[in-house]
């Protein structure tokens, strides 16, 4: 068995992940040009989007963007927030 992050881990990594795509989107936002910059951009935004559909997958979603249309559209704004559930 694999051993997996626990859902207070996934919400950290989730928000280290965040943190980084913001601080890089600002430096880019003054140096549009730096190729290195928008290629570290791109792989952080791709680990981002991964660990969000992980999250969903085993716990809720985070986002609008990782709900299942076709299914109970509406179940996950039912379910606590992270922070309700006292495990953060």
């Keep these: 068995m694999q051993n997996r ?3 207070q ?3 950290v990594w989730i928000d ?3 943190f980084t795509l913001c601080e890089t989107a600002l430096y880019l ?3 549009p040009e730096d190729k290195e910059a928008m290629e570290y951009y791109n792989h952080f935004l791709k680990m981002r989007r991964e660990a969000l559909a992980e999250y969903s997958s085993r716990f809720t979603p985070l986002t609008l963007d990782e709900v299942n249309c076709e ?3 509406w ?3 039912k379910d606590k ?3 309700e559930r006292g495990d953060c």
């Design 9 to 11: 881990q996934m919400l």
């Design 29 to 31: 936002d003054t140096h």
């Design 5 to 7: 992050p626990n859902q």
């Design 16 to 18: 280290m992940i965040s």
């Design 75 to 77: 179940k996950w704004v």
């Design 71 to 73: 299914e109970d559209y």
């Design 81 to 83: 927030w992270p922070w």
